[in-house]
């Protein structure tokens, strides 16, 4: 096997580094998103939000120094998804409980 002379080898792509905040983002935007239901993981949704969105302009700056946009990205629309699920649970905790309070006196109303 002879070398040819006219050929040149390219180097793989390097991979670059992950962002610190957008597997941080990923992890906090899931867990917020699925765990809705329980109200106190949803309290992640912002956070998830806020890293996500953090991460993507630092990578986006820098595109050659950092990897992870997608993982930011998902992270941040998870963190999205549940801080709408999580104020949609307070918007029907509040009326639940103003329902209830008006079950308990119901002369408490307008016109008394």
Same mark, same amino acid.
């Given at each position: 096997?002879?070398? *040819?002379? +006219?050929?040149?080898?390219? @180097? =793989? =792509?390097?991979?670059?580094? /992950?962002? =610190? #905040? @957008?597997?941080? @983002?990923?992890?906090?935007?899931?867990?917020?998103?699925?765990?809705?239901?329980?109200?106190?993981?949803?309290? /992640?949704?912002?956070?998830?939000?806020?890293?996500?969105?953090?991460?993507? #302009? *630092?990578?986006?700056?820098?595109?050659?120094?950092?990897?992870?946009? #997608? %993982?930011?990205?998902?992270?941040?629309?998870?963190?999205?998804?549940?801080? !709408?699920?999580?104020?949609?649970?307070? /918007?029907?905790? @509040?009326? !639940?409980?103003?329902?209830?309070?008006?079950?308990? %006196?119901? +002369?408490?109303?307008?016109?008394?």
């Amino acid at each position: 096997m002879r070398s *040819d002379p +006219q050929m040149t080898w390219i @180097a =793989p =792509p390097a991979v670059l580094p /992950l962002h =610190p #905040r @957008a597997r941080a @983002a990923l992890v906090l935007g899931i867990v917020s998103a699925l765990g809705a239901l329980f109200l106190l993981p949803a309290l /992640l949704g912002p956070l998830g939000w806020y890293y996500g969105a953090v991460a993507r #302009r *630092d990578i986006e700056r820098e595109p050659t120094r950092w990897g992870g946009h #997608r %993982d930011a990205t998902i992270g941040m629309t998870c963190g999205i998804i549940g801080t !709408a699920l999580l104020a949609l649970a307070l /918007l029907v905790a @509040a009326i !639940a409980i103003g329902g209830y309070a008006l079950l308990l %006196d119901p +002369q408490s109303g307008y016109g008394s």
